[in-house]
């Protein structure tokens, strides 16, 4: 099996910053695309930011220029830049992982069990 865990969240005020780590184990061959997803109160789960192998990136329009994804690879981690910190980033965000494993070498994606993002003074 595979697990994904997350740290780093935690309370921050307006205008601070974070970094989040999603670290991936288990039985992977290797992992194809990364992500951070996040969740408020009663909202739907939303991309936040992803990561090819690669290194390609892309981002939600309310983050970008201001959150930052990056991975090694070696390592199976996947981390998340945060700065200039917003109120309306509160949520619970999730690591993603499309990893690729078994003797299939088949694709499945799991995820992370989630960190609560709180901004607030």
């Known amino acids: 099996q595979v697990q994904l865990v997350e740290s780093g969240g935690g309370l921050v005020q307006p205008g601070g910053s974070l970094r989040l780590s999603c670290a991936a184990s288990?039985?992977?061959?290797?992992?194809?695309?990364m992500a951070w997803y996040r969740q408020a109160p009663g909202e739907q789960r939303d991309l936040v930011a992803a990561i090819s192998s690669a290194g390609n990136t892309n981002y939600a329009s309310s983050v970008k220029g201001r959150f930052t994804i990056s991975r090694d690879n070696t390592e199976n981690t996947v981390y998340l830049q945060m700065n200039s910190l917003k109120p309306e980033d509160t949520a619970v965000y999730y690591c993603y992982a499309d990893v690729i494993r078994g003797s299939s070498r088949r694709q499945y994606g799991y995820w992370g069990p989630g960190t609560q993002v709180t901004v607030s003074s």
């Open positions: 288990g039985s992977i061959i290797s992992i194809t695309r």
